[in-house]
Every structure is written in structure tokens, then in C-alpha cells.
């Protein structure tokens, strides 16, 4: 066989790829899978879309017209998959409360490491998870946090389970639950009381073959979604302004996204631009970027985002999330 025909047999083989991912990428919404193989590829739907474009440069050969258009449907199907994940036009409204959501990685960075993640973030409000006893005291200890955030609650834990809100407006009411893990408090904003909750749902579990995941099984992480839900549901009820942000462990691909957001606007879909990917495994932490979006902003009726951004650049497996709402 010649290299030209070849190359050419591979054009034809290769074509089976972006024609499958796009046959997956139609059937997941329709099935949803709550576990299994097809739950995992609902995580990675957007990584196998985007590794089509391996494909490109042997689909530029004459003789590669199929796979040129097994491409562009592959495309197509993404665009509508994604396409309100990827582009958000921006709002002009005037943000008057800034919140920021970091997982510290329990293990990741010293105290006095986080402490130096903080410095010269311009926001009213962060929310913090896996916040160690060790992060808590270099922050008590930090002169310049506690000028800037006066009002804080930190509940640290010795795994995974802390967590923290440090404040520049006054503190209200404080509750914290472990089922689901979350810290609500309510917020002296200007005069008006905004609720601000932050919840850290356990991730799934991944099934193995050796080194290759294979499988997938998020039910006990659905179930403590869901009963978070109910909580910011219940707020919203009572008529208080909420805003939701943490480390939600749910991808927008899965089928457990729509239960936690719908009816919420999602600072990311409404403004945001690119992936807004927030975390990667620590052993990609030197890309400075994210490879999934987990790490989620949120608000109910009565504040509205108006921006949002991802800073990776700093050690640990979950980039800061910032955004800013304007409250109407």
C-alpha cells in the first residue's frame, strides 16, 4: 500500500470518530445517564467534541471529503450543545456586590499561601471550601484580610468538609449544615439583606480499567444536589435575594446541571465567555488553566451577573471564580 493510499484509509476510518461523537452528543440529553460509561462520556461531552480538531489536518487532503463533513456535523451539534456555554454578550449594568469561590485544595497550599491568594482580590464577599484550621488561623492572623473583611465565618474541618465566608458587609445570620455541606448567611448589604450560599456536594465516583476511567457513578453527589437545592429554593420562597456560588462537582454536560440551575441565572451562561473551565487534575496545575467547570455562580431573583472570570494561576486543582452582580 502507497503512503498516499495510506493516508487516504485513514481518512475513511478516521471518519467514524466525529460521527460518533456526534451521535453521543444528540443521545445524551435524550437519555441522561445517571451512571455508567455514558455518564462519563456526559463529563468529557465537550473534550470529545474538542479533540475532533485533531482530525482537521488530515480532513484538508482532497480525497478526505467524508470526514470533512462528518466534521462539520460534528460542529454543527457542538455549536448547539455549547454554543450558550461558549459566548454570553456582556451587561452594562453597574455591579455593586463582588463574590469570590475558591476550593483551597485541602493539602495544596499552607495558611499563609492562601492568605497570599486573597491579597488584592476586589470583592465584597469570598466563599471558601476544604478550609483547613491552618487557613483559618493565618487569615485570623493577617492584618490586611481582616481590615477588608471585618465579618467572617469560618468553619474549618479536618478533611474535606471546611468552609468559610469572609465579608466586607455585616454578617446577619450564619447557618451551617453538613447534609448538604453548605454556609448560608444572610448580608447587611447597603441597607438590603442579601442571602449568600456556598455548598461543596462530594464528586462521583470514577470506575477504573488500570489507568483509564470508564465508568461513572455521581448518585450520592445528585442526591446532596438536590437537597442543596431545596435549601436555595427555600430561601428564595421566604423572598430573599440569594447568590449561590461554591464547588458544585457537576459539569453543565451531566444531567444533574439542569435540577441544581434551572430557574437560577448562571453568571458563566449569562456573561461569561469562553469554557470557564475552573478545575484540572494538580498535576496540570502548571497549564494555568482549567479542563471542566464545576465551580459555579448563581443567583436568584433580584441579582443579576454582570461579570465573570476565572484566575488558574495559582497552585492547586480549582482556579477562583469571580463574579459581579448588580442588585435590582
Known amino acids: 500500500m502507497t503512503g498516499r493510499s495510506a493516508l487516504s484509509g485513514l481518512a475513511v476510518i478516521a471518519t467514524t470518530y466525529p460521527v460518533g461523537v456526534a451521535l453521543v452528543l444528540v443521545v445524551l440529553p435524550v437519555v441522561e445517564p445517571r451512571a455508567g460509561p455514558l455518564a462519563l462520556a456526559a463529563v468529557l461531552a465537550m473534550h470529545l467534541a474538542l479533540a475532533g480538531l485533531a482530525l482537521v489536518p488530515l480532513a484538508l ?7 470533512r463533513i462528518a466534521l462539520m456535523a460534528l460542529a454543527v451539534v457542538s455549536v448547539v450543545r455549547f454554543g450558550g456555554e461558549w459566548i454570553s454578550l456582556p451587561r452594562a449594568e453597574p455591579a455593586n456586590l463582588g463574590v469570590l469561590s475558591w476550593n483551597l485544595e485541602l493539602g495544596a497550599r499552607a495558611g499563609e499561601a492562601a492568605v497570599d491568594g486573597l491579597r ?31 465579618y467572617r465565618e469560618l468553619a474549618p474541618g479536618a478533611g474535606v468538609e471546611g468552609m468559610g465566608l469572609l465579608s466586607a458587609h455585616p454578617i446577619l445570620s450564619r447557618e451551617h449544615t453538613n447534609d448538604p ?9 447597603g ?15 470514577i470506575g477504573m480499567a488500570g489507568p483509564l476511567p470508564v465508568a461513572f457513578d455521581p448518585s450520592s453527589r445528585d442526591s446532596a444536589l438536590l437537597r442543596f437545592r431545596a435549601r436555595v429554593d427555600a430561601a428564595i420562597g421566604r423572598g430573599e435575594t440569594v447568590i449561590i456560588v461554591g464547588d458544585f462537582n457537576t459539569a453543565p454536560t451531566e444531567p444533574a446541571f439542569g435540577p441544581l440551575t434551572t430557574g437560577l441565572a448562571d453568571a458563566h451562561a449569562e456573561v461569561g465567555f469562553g469554557p470557564g473551565w475552573t478545575w484540572r487534575p494538580s498535576r ?31 497552585p492547586g486543582d480549582h482556579c477562583q471564580l469571580t463574579a459581579r452582580f448588580a442588585l435590582d
Open 61 to 67: 487532503r482532497r480525497d478526505a471529503r467524508p470526514l
Open 181 to 189: 455541606l453548605a454556609l448560608e448567611v444572610v448580608l447587611d448589604v
Open 191 to 205: 441597607g438590603r439583606e442579601v442571602t449568600v450560599i456556598t455548598g461543596h456536594p462530594f464528586p462521583g465516583r
Open 284 to 314: 496540570l496545575e502548571g497549564l494555568g488553566l482549567g479542563v471542566l467547570r464545576i465551580d459555579l455562580a448563581l443567583s436568584g431573583p433580584g441579582a443579576v451577573p454582570v461579570a465573570v472570570a476565572e484566575r488558574c494561576s495559582l
Open 120 to 150: 488584592g482580590v476586589e470583592v465584597d464577599v469570598v466563599a471558601l471550601q476544604e478550609l483547613s484550621l491552618d487557613h483559618v488561623a493565618a487569615i485570623e492572623a493577617d492584618p490586611d484580610l481582616r481590615r477588608r473583611f471585618p
